[in-house]
């Protein structure tokens, strides 16, 4: 990758910059939790966006997509957002520094990714940090602190990408630390890092291929539905209720309202359950957690599909210890937590099983827990 950008780069702007890279991210336990307050439990993997930097003293971005083979040129005032929504996510991020009175500066870049695109493993969330980090270094003596970088990546989404999404995928891609899961207390903000090197168990995404958009789906409206209950309850996030509370209005909200929050309130817990758990060694219970936010995800949030629940269905047949569908959800993948000996036999069956029900074998991603969001030094 690193070659193919120094080659792009010089083509284009002549000379090189500096390389910057933020991976993606996958999510042990704890989906839509983050918008509600409560806990989440990611890690950074080893997929990658990766960019090429020099401020080319001009007031003008210059930014070329090598994936997309798209070249984009914006300024940098609110009325010069460019059209290709890639370069959006650019613009934001170079906004939201303004906005905080940070300074940035024309540049140009080259930059590529191997963060699969659409499989809820947070490409955009990577490509936020990598600039958000790059602009920081460059113009910014990195006086800007991790967190408010994570954030400037949450606020490109809601401002500039329609989707109102929570802090954890920014949250990773930043703050991610090799061998390590992040338990975030989305309310505090407080974080713990957790060794994770399950001994005698292999985590693997398999991914479904079934392209989500988050933008275009749903996903704002799961929000608005824990919203809405949450202001119903007179709190100001789902982190304070209990299923006491809510059974109590019932019959005052929706039933598709009343899932929304069910399933809400149940997956906090279940956080921090799979946390001690872990610390514990218990990998039977982590497994446990896990299918049944898989459970919860599909029949009361609904951001399930077929091809998910086909996928976590293989998983329990073949005796694999954990399974759920990951992210935001209406497709991408699911996180598998499989013991050593059974991790060939269920990679075939899952490959042959769905190949013969929809025609394309699914995607195999090993999990490997990497650093976040740093300047390339050529590991
Ligand atoms: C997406 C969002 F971007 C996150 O903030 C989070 O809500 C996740 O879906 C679901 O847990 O990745």
New binding site residues.
Partial sequence: MKEKINKAFNERFSGAGTLYVAPGRF?LIG?????NGGF?FPGAIDKLMMAEIRPNGTDKVRAYSFDLDDYAEFGLNEADAPTQSWARYIFGVCREVLKRGGKVEGFDTAFAGNVPLGA?L?SSAALESCFANAINDIFNDNSIDKFELARIGQSTEHNYCG?N?????QFASVFGKKDHLMRLDCRSMEFEYFPFKPEGYKLVLVDSVVKHE?ADSP?NKRRASCERVAKRLGIETLRDATMEMLDAIKTDITAEDYFRAKFVIEEKERVLAVCDALVAGDYDTVGRCMYETHHGLSKDYEVSCEELDYLNDIAKECGVTGSRIM??GFGGCTVNLVKDELYEPFIATVKEKFKARYGHEPKIYPVVVSDGARIYENQ
């Fill in positions: 999510n989906e839509h939790t983050d918008y989440v809820g947070s989707v999404c929570g802090i954890m995928d988050l996903y992210g935001g």
